[in-house]
Nanobody, 115 residues
Framework: QVQLVESGGGLVQAGGSLRLSCAAS????????MGWYRQAPGKQRELVAV???????NYADSVKGRFTISRDNARNTVYLQMNSMKPEDTAVYYC?????????WGQGTQVTVSS
């Protein structure tokens, strides 16, 4: 079992920045990709960014150039630096980790961007 705990959400004005963190614990051997998803009210959960254990990252088109995902394998932690934030970034952000083709989820953290 893998446990994921997110932190760093909150309220920010448009144009501002936030940094999310997600710490993994438990049976963390062989965690491969880790990523961030988000779900806005009335919408489906969508991929924001994902990073492999080797450091290769992919982003949703809507956040490219504004968000940066990074990973500290020694601390079993993944980060999401969010800059130039927009009201449409408002959502619950969920951390995700893949291990042996099984996907674990964090509890989610609310991010609200005011205009």
């Amino acid at each position: 079992q893998v446990q994921l705990v997110e932190s760093g959400g909150g309220l920010v004005q448009a144009g501002g920045s936030l940094r999310l963190s997600c710490a993994a614990s438990g049976s963390i051997v062989s965690i491969r990709a880790m990523g961030w998803y988000r779900q806005a009210p009335g919408k489906q959960r969508e991929l924001v960014a994902v990073i492999t254990s080797g450091g290769s990252a992919n982003y949703a088109d809507s956040v490219k150039g504004r968000f940066t995902i990074s990973r500290d394998n020694a601390r079993n932690t993944v980060y999401l630096q969010m800059n130039s934030m927009k009201p449409e970034d408002t959502a619950v952000y969920y951390c995700n980790a893949e291990q042996f083709l099984y996907y674990y989820w964090g509890q989610g953290t609310q991010v609200t961007v005011s205009s």
